[in-house]
């Protein structure tokens, strides 16, 4: 009988090599992909992301987390090929244009993954026009940005511009955040939805894409 409690307590210490064996074997012995993926892997990923936002684990911490939700991952995916796996929502990601902080935003992406979205990364210093097009050719739910720079947050008041422009403003939600970000500036800038922090992007991304 596969143990998940294992392998959860396994990947929150990131022990890879451990978590991948150990999804092999509980997927040898006929467990789904799905159920391994949700009871084992995200099931200790929030486990984690409710420790970092709690400052009980910091950010080496996530880091090898995730490295061992990818290990585990690697021997899932193959069998989640025909497996009826619904797409929970998709997401954006990126640092706006002129930043080149991409730590956080890693951060935000790994703890997306970690409730079961689809994130497509862009990486560091993306333009208004890349996320747009992007987020129009892949019908995501959500564009998330990151800012670390009071030069570059203002970046994200283009976004919302270009997503007007684009006729997409009301097909979808713009997150942000990054340490110079708060609620106010999302309001005045007229993005959606703030976050503070990774845990809670992702707990603000799964609610969007499950509403
Ligand atoms: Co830079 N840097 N940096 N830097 N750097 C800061 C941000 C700074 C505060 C340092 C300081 O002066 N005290 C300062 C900004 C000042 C300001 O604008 N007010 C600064 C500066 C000035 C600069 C340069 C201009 C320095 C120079 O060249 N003169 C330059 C700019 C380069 C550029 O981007 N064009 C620069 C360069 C760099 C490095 C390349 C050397 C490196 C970045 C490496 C990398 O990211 N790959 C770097 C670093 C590491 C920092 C500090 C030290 C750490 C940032 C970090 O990764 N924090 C930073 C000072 C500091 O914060 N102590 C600093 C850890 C990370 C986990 O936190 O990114 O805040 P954070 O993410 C958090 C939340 O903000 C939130 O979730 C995360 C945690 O849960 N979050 C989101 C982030 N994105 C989110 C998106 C969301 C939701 C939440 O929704 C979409």
């Not at 090599?17 to 789904?32: P, R, Y």
């Not at 936002?53 to 950010?59: Q, T």
């Not at 990486?123 to 990151?146: L, M, P, Q, W, Y």
């Not at 670390?148 to 007007?164: F, Y």
Request: charged letters at 25%; hydrophobic letters at 45%.
């Amino acid at each position: 009988m596969a143990d998940f409690e294992k392998i959860s307590e396994l990947m929150q210490k990131g022990k890879a090599d451990e978590v991948k064996q150990l999804c092999a074997d509980a997927l040898a012995e006929g467990i789904g992909p799905k159920e391994i993926l949700e009871k084992g892997l995200l099931s200790a990923m929030n486990i984690v992301g409710a420790k970092f936002k709690n400052n009980e684990v910091f950010v080496p911490e996530v880091l090898i987390a995730a490295r061992a939700m990818n290990f585990g991952l690697d021997v899932l995916k193959p069998a989640m090929v025909g497996e009826d796996i619904e797409e929970i929502g998709k997401v954006v990601i990126g640092t706006v244009k002129g930043d080149l902080h991409d730590i956080g935003k890693n951060l935000v992406k790994i703890m997306m993954e970690g409730k079961g979205l689809t994130v497509i990364d862009l990486g560091a210093d993306v333009s208004a026009e890349k996320f747009i097009e992007t987020a129009t050719r892949e019908g995501a739910n959500i564009i998330a940005c990151s800012a670390l720079l009071t030069t570059t947050m203002t970046q994200m008041e283009s976004i919302v511009k270009a997503a007007d422009d684009a006729g997409i403003r009301d097909k979808i939600t713009i997150m942000v955040g990054g340490a110079p970000v708060t609620q106010k500036f999302c309001e005045s800038i007229g993005a959606d939805i703030y976050a503070a922090d990774a845990a809670t992007a992702s707990e603000k991304a799964l609610e969007v894409c499950t509403k």
